[in-house]
């Protein structure tokens, strides 16, 4: 094991994890990004289970707000989860109710999310096909059943991340075809984040999004989308780091053609700061 880091050894760990959970293609992007965090539990004993994360969470309280988060997932499919159903609806008041009940005891969080991610994933094998394209409302959120997963996929891989890199590990990205599907759920959401960022621009946005799971999106502007063009070329993954407010608009490494380019990647983040 002589000159052997502890990100090769955490990768070859990754590789060698048991397979995701069997579930529909829908629901696929979840269920990786789910193993891939229970590959990195086992990282956070000692000092690195202490560290600070994001919003002041340890480790262990990131898992919860992911727990919380997909209970209201599953409360709003009637998936059967071990454990009591949500109290609120709404995201952030849920997640504190979590954390409160849950203070003290990592070993139990982890244990717990196991157990519910392990159940929610076997409901969604179970489900009727069909639930896919059904719009339902969770956590404060009107979408197809679908998106709701990415969604979930989305947020279990950007705070895999943070507490990955708290503990100072580099974590491999999701595989090309599952970048795709959470790229192309943050383009699609474009429109209404410039809206909620306070955008007044108007016209459309070429994204040429670069690397594994990229592609291009036309994202329309305001009330008259032909009124001026202008285009972003960037990575497919640092756009997924960008719009989870991961990134500094003003840094990110992207090419920016016009006001209207540039006025897009200011306000891509808004959606997230609205929550945690």
Same mark, same amino acid.
């Given at each position: 094991?002589?000159? %052997?880091?502890?990100?090769?050894?955490?990768?070859?760990?990754?590789?060698?994890?048991?397979?995701?959970?069997?579930?529909?293609?829908?629901?696929?992007?979840?269920?990786?990004?789910?193993?891939?965090?229970?590959?990195?539990?086992?990282?956070?004993?000692?000092?690195?289970?202490? %560290?600070?994360?994001?919003?002041?969470?340890?480790?262990?309280?990131?898992?919860?707000?992911?727990?919380?988060?997909?209970?209201?997932?599953?409360?709003?499919?009637?998936?059967?989860?071990?454990?009591?159903?949500?109290?609120?609806?709404?995201?952030?008041?849920?997640?504190? +109710?979590?954390?409160?009940?849950?203070?003290?005891?990592?070993?139990? %969080?982890?244990?717990?999310?196991?157990?519910?991610?392990?159940?929610?994933? +076997?409901?969604?094998?179970?489900?009727?096909?069909?639930?896919?394209?059904?719009?339902?409302?969770?956590?404060?959120?009107?979408?197809?059943?679908?998106?709701?997963?990415?969604?979930?996929?989305?947020?279990?891989?950007?705070?895999?991340?943070?507490?990955?890199?708290?503990?100072?590990?580099?974590?491999?990205?999701?595989?090309?075809?599952?970048?795709?599907?959470?790229?192309?759920?943050?383009?699609?959401?474009?429109?209404?984040?410039?809206?909620?960022?306070?955008?007044?621009?108007?016209?459309?946005?070429?994204?040429?999004?670069?690397?594994?799971?990229?592609?291009?999106?036309?994202?329309?502007?305001?009330?008259?989308?032909?009124?001026?063009?202008?285009?972003?070329?960037?990575?497919?993954?640092?756009?997924?780091?960008?719009?989870?407010?991961?990134?500094?608009?003003?840094?990110?490494?992207?090419?920016?053609?016009?006001?209207?380019?540039?006025?897009?990647?200011?306000?891509?983040?808004?959606?997230?700061?609205?929550?945690?």
């Amino acid at each position: 094991m002589m000159g %052997v880091t502890r990100d090769e050894v955490l990768r070859a760990a990754v590789a060698r994890r048991r397979p995701a959970h069997a579930v529909p293609a829908c629901a696929a992007p979840y269920a990786a990004r789910v193993a891939a965090l229970e590959v990195l539990l086992p990282e956070l004993s000692g000092e690195a289970g202490t %560290v600070t994360v994001v919003h002041g969470w340890q480790p262990y309280q990131v898992v919860g707000h992911l727990m919380a988060s997909d209970r209201l997932l599953a409360a709003a499919l009637g998936a059967p989860l071990p454990g009591p159903g949500p109290s609120s609806d709404d995201p952030e008041v849920y997640t504190d +109710a979590v954390l409160a009940a849950a203070a003290g005891d990592p070993d139990g %969080v982890l244990a717990e999310w196991r157990a519910q991610t392990a159940a929610f994933c +076997a409901f969604l094998t179970a489900a009727d096909p069909g639930l896919a394209e059904t719009r339902l409302t969770a956590g404060g959120l009107r979408l197809r059943v679908r998106d709701h997963l990415t969604n979930r996929a989305f947020e279990t891989w950007v705070h895999t991340t943070d507490i990955a890199r708290a503990i100072g590990i580099t974590m491999p990205d999701p595989v090309a075809h599952h970048v795709h599907a959470m790229t192309d759920m943050g383009c699609r959401s474009l429109p209404f984040a410039h809206r909620v960022g306070g955008g007044t621009g108007t016209g459309t946005v070429a994204l040429r999004l670069s690397g594994p799971g990229g592609g291009t999106w036309l994202v329309r502007l305001g009330d008259d989308p032909e009124k001026q063009h202008s285009t972003i070329a960037m990575d497919a993954v640092e756009f997924c780091f960008l719009f989870a407010d991961r990134r500094d608009p003003r840094t990110v490494e992207a090419r920016a053609d016009g006001p209207l380019a540039r006025e897009l990647l200011e306000t891509a983040p808004c959606l997230v700061r609205l929550s945690r």
